[in-house]
């Protein structure tokens, strides 16, 4: 990671749970990197598809990595993708809300992996 280039997220939480423990630090980082990005596209193209139940549905799977991750910068963006797919609302914004927590998403797994060299 450059050092011009801000860490998107914050492990603190999961230091905390860790107490120390390295090998758990990189597990978690692990199925981070695995498991959010199927996830990902699944909303994405539920997004282009205009299923938009589906959509809040991954959403709604993603918001406890988020929170977790203490990803701020798309905290509210995920939980605004989860109630507009469940309620059927501002879906004329909403695609593009969907592709920035991609690009972020995107942005801090190449950090996870630059840290614990996945």
Known sequence: MSN???????????????MGDESFMKEIAETFVSSV???????????????W???GSEAHHLKSNIDTL???CIKEDIRTIELNGKHGIDLDIT????DKVKVV??????QI?????L
């Open 4 to 18: 011009s280039e801000e860490r998107l997220y914050d492990l603190s939480l999961i230091e905390e749970m860790a």
């Open 70 to 72: 203490q990803i701020a």
């Open 37 to 51: 990005p199927p996830v990902v596209e699944l909303m994405v193209e539920y997004s282009k598809n205009a299923e």
């Open 95 to 98: 695609p593009a809300i969907v």
């Open 105 to 110: 998403l995107e942005k801090v797994i190449a």
């Open 113 to 117: 992996k630059d840290q614990y060299g």
């Open 53 to 55: 139940q589906k959509m």
